[in-house]
Every structure is written in structure tokens, then in C-alpha cells.
């Protein structure tokens, strides 16, 4: 119907951050409140998909209608996302995922060590979940995000071929009252040969527009 374009459509969606164990009461994690991701999740459901929410840690109850699946760190939602991925029409991937986590997490807390006011700890590289979903032999209709402080274009542009992604929407995250936990962003969404601006509004309006641009672009793929 023309309310619920979506209906009959499964979308997978990643919100939040990950959270990466130093040991067992610190983390490394990064400044998403997860409600762009939500807001995405809100729309599709009210677009009448059927929606799963693979969620990091956030401060958010879960938009009705959709399945939360909550996860800490990049490892779990990786897995996460490859197991709902493949039955999926649409990917979304909002999430922050820390690119590392620690190489060892240490088993018990951490104790200073006197006399060395140094630490060193070593990183090793996550999974990339939306590049590992874009190359599954049934990949999804999938879309990134690009969070860059520079460049934004150029960047943007990059990861969108480098992870073989269908679509890219991608914000600017050094501009004041947008991006990371504020209530409004700006997207600029490129697919290979075109660019779509949503200006400037809260994060509901902005989820709203760029979700028909992915059903549009779905549709015709
Ligand atoms: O959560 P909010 O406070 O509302 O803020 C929203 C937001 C700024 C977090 C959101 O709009 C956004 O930009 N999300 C992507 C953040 C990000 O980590 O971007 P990136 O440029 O580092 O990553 C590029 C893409 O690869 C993203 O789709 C990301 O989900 C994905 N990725 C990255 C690393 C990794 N290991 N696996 C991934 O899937």
C-alpha cells in the first residue's frame, strides 16, 4: 500500500556503539547514542517492514514493533549481522563499531604498576560487518554509513567500493548539533553514480527520506 511500501520486506539494522573489554570493568568504545540507528528502525517498522535491531549498548528503549537484538562488542554484532543477514531484503549499517579491540583482555582488573607511568595496550582489528554482509553469495540491498570529520565526499566514495556496498550515507561528524548523540543530522547518501542531499533535521526526518531513497534503489535493483 502506499503507507507501508515496506510491507513484505525484512530489514536488517546495526544502532550504537560496541563496547571493547579492557578487562572486566573497562572498555573502549566511541560517542554513538544509537539514535539514528533507532530512528531508521522506527521508520522502516512504520514503512511497514518487519524489522531486526542488532543494537550495541545505548540508553534507548527499542522502537515498537521491531526485533531488538541486544550486543556489546563488534565480535558479537558481526555475528549478529551474518546470521540475519542472509534472509534479509535490506541491510542498514548505522552502528560505530570500534575498527579495534584489544589483542588480549585481561581476566582479572587491572592494577597500576608502580613506578611506570606508562601502558601499552596492544589492538587488534575487528571484522568489518557491513563489507563481510556485501560480500555474502545472498547479500542483502546493503547501505553504510561513512562518519568522517574531512574529505567527507572523497571518503565516503571510497568506502562505498572498497566495501562493496550498494549505497553510502554519509555525515559529517565535526559539524556542532549534528552526528554523534545529538537529536539532528545531515546526510549526503551516494550510490555509485548519484548524490542525495538531506539537509539538516531531526533524526526521525532524515531516517524518514533515507529510507526512501533505499526502497527506491531497492526496487529498482
Ligand atoms: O548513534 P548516534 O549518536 O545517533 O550517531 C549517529 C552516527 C554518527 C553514529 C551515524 O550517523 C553514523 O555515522 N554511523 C556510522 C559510524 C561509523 O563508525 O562510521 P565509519 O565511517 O567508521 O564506518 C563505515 C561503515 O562501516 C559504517 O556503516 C559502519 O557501521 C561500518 N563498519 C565499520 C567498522 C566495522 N568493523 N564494521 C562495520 O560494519
Not at 48 to 56: C, D, Y
Amino acid at each position: 500500500t502506499q503507507e507501508q511500501p515496506l510491507l513484505g520486506q525484512h530489514w536488517v539494522i546495526t544502532a550504537g556503539p560496541t563496547r571493547e573489554a579492557i578487562d572486566p570493568v573497562r572498555y573502549i568504545s566511541n560517542h554513538s547514542s544509537g539514535k539514528m540507528g533507532y530512528a531508521i528502525a522506527a521508520q522502516a517498522v512504520a514503512a511497514g517492514a518487519s524489522v531486526s535491531l542488532i543494537s550495541g549498548p545505548v540508553n534507548l528503549a527499542p522502537p515498537q514493533g521491531c526485533e531488538l537484538i541486544a550486543v556489546e562488542s563488534a565480535q558479537q554484532m558481526h555475528q549478529a549481522a551474518l546470521t540475519l543477514a542472509p534472509k534479509a531484503n535490506v541491510f542498514v549499517a548505522c552502528a560505530a563499531v570500534a575498527d579495534y579491540r584489544l589483542a588480549k583482555v585481561a581476566d582479572q582488573k587491572m592494577k597500576k604498576t608502580p613506578g611506570q607511568d606508562e601502558l601499552t595496550l596492544t589492538l587488534v582489528k575487528n571484522p568489518d560487518i557491513v563489507a563481510d554482509v556485501a560480500k555474502l553469495a545472498d547479500k542483502p540491498f546493503t547501505v553504510g554509513f561513512a562518519a568522517e570529520t574531512q574529505d567527507v565526499e572523497q571518503y565516503a566514495k571510497d568506502k562505498l567500493a572498497r566495501k562493496g556496498l550498494d549505497l553510502i550515507a554519509a555525515n559529517n561528524v565535526a559539524i556542532e548539533g549534528q552526528g554523534f548523540n545529538s537529536d539532528q543530522n545531515a546526510l549526503t547518501v551516494y550510490s555509485a553514480n548519484n548524490a542525495f542531499d538531506l539537509p539538516l533535521g531531526n533524526k526521525s526526518a532524515v531516517a524518514k527520506q533515507l529510507i526512501e531513497i533505499i526502497a527506491r534503489h531497492f526496487d529498482e535493483s
